[in-house]
């Protein structure tokens, strides 16, 4: 057998108790979906950079450019995924708009997958 294949049950024989109990605690099809986007959001290097950068301050869109050397283009949008994933929230202060994250869950997040990574 490939080593990059699951191993099998050498015969086909369900748990009917196991499966009832998975069936009940199994969230519905538009949960399991929405947090499924959610996670999307943390796929990306990019956002991460950003988020890792607001774990410090908040920080305006300009900072986080030269900050990450991006433009800030590149930086508002992803801005604007993370803002609609309700990661970061921002505040407007004079002409300067400061961004954060909205709670410690997303530090927390970050840091259960940096240590299972770590882990292995």
Do not use: W
């Not at 929230?89 to 970050?110: A, M, P, Q, S, W």
Request: aromatic fraction near 8%; glycine fraction near 4%; include cysteine.
């Amino acid at each position: 057998m490939n080593s990059s294949q699951a191993e099998c049950c050498e015969e086909y024989e369900p748990h009917q108790d196991r499966i009832r109990l998975v069936n009940e605690k199994m969230p519905d099809s538009s949960k399991l979906s929405e947090l499924s986007d959610f996670f999307k959001v943390f796929g990306d290097p990019t956002r991460l950079r950003i988020l890792y950068a607001l774990f410090e301050a908040e920080i305006c869109v300009c900072d986080l450019a030269d900050t990450l050397n991006m433009t800030q283009s590149a930086i508002s949008h992803q801005l604007k995924i993370l803002k609609a994933s309700r990661l970061v929230g921002n505040r407007r202060e004079g002409k300067t708009v400061f961004y954060f994250l909205t709670d410690d869950h997303v530090r927390t997040i970050i840091a259960q997958g940096r240590e299972h990574i770590e882990e292995h």
